[in-house]
């Protein structure tokens, strides 16, 4: 920084002191924060957000968000289209392992392609 400042003309310009006591001013400690900064913080951060803003307003907490758990998860194309194969094959044995293999996504699988 001190190079910069002398290539620059600063030195010259504003004076020694002056270019220290701005290189100084970047290596200062933080202003001083209370020393519960961050319950206030947290505070804030729940009161903001209406899933947690009852831990500090008493109100009843909202109810317990399911919705990932109710969504099912789309089956990937490429699962589709290797039991289609499998169906195409006619031989109800092979279908049978094959289900029982993809057993997480059998119920939809059948369906999609009945």
């Known amino acids: 920084m001190q190079r910069l400042a002398e290539l620059w003309g600063l030195v010259d310009e504003v004076g020694q ?3 220290q ?3 100084a001013a970047a290596f200062a400690p ?3 924060l209370p020393s519960d900064y961050a319950a206030q913080l947290v505070k804030r951060w729940e009161l903001d957000d209406p899933r947690d803003r009852w831990r500090w307003t008493g109100e009843l ?3 317990a968000e399911r919705d990932a ?3 099912p998860r789309p089956v990937p194309q490429s699962t589709v289209d290797a ?3 499998v169906v ?5 044995d092979r279908i049978r392992m094959w289900l029982r293999d993809h ?3 059998a119920h939809v699988l059948v369906s999609e392609v009945a």
């Open 61 to 63: 907490p909202p109810p």
């Open 83 to 85: 039991f289609r194969y």
């Open 103 to 105: 057993a997480d996504v």
């Open 30 to 32: 933080a202003p001083e």
């Open 17 to 19: 002191d002056r270019v």
């Open 69 to 71: 758990e109710k969504r």
């Open 88 to 92: 195409s094959l006619g031989d109800a």
């Open 21 to 23: 006591d701005a290189m």
